[in-house]
């Protein structure tokens, strides 16, 4: 039987090309709710195995295939308040681990239609002022300092 609670555990997954242009997601179920690849860790998943299987649902791209990176580091988080009925009572913190995928150029994207509405490829500035979580802009920030840039 499969637990009915969410994992507070979960993966972000900064899709990008080597000119820093990142593939931006909008949320099915809060329009103008921008962000990066996410998802929760399942039952048996390691943050690794979970990032993987986020990008395929939710791009229908397969990470392996590219330049796929664990930055090995995460961010806790509070969980926003309207998605706490999604974890276990109490739970109001989650551990998102960074991954980073890095792709030859702009690619089309398949979304998930029940999670994402629209894609859009912008640059990595301006993809740190459209997302919405702070730990979206955590990772642009990183891909920057990666390639001596700033914010």
């Known amino acids: 039987m499969t637990h009915p609670y969410k994992t507070p555990v979960s993966a972000l997954i900064l ?3 080597p000119d ?3 593939l931006l997601l909008e949320r099915a179920d809060k329009t103008g709710f921008w962000q990066s690849v996410t998802g929760s860790i399942e039952a048996g998943e390691t943050p690794y195995d979970a990032a993987i299987r986020e990008v395929k649902e939710e791009t229908g791209l397969d990470a392996l295939a590219y330049d796929f990176q664990d930055w ?3 961010n806790l988080y509070e969980i926003y308040p309207h998605w706490r009925y999604r974890y276990a009572p109490g739970v109001t913190e989650n551990t998102e681990h960074l991954f980073g995928l890095c792709l030859p150029a702009t690619l089309p994207v398949t979304l998930a239609p029940d999670e994402h509405t ?7 500035r301006e993809a740190a002022k459209k997302v919405f979580s702070w730990t979206n802009v955590d990772a642009l920030k990183k891909l920057g300092e990666h390639h001596h840039l700033s914010l």
């Open 118 to 124: 629209r894609y859009e490829w912008v640059d990595w």
């Open 15 to 17: 899709i990008h090309t």
């Open 20 to 22: 820093l242009q990142v």
């Open 72 to 74: 090995q580091t995460s």
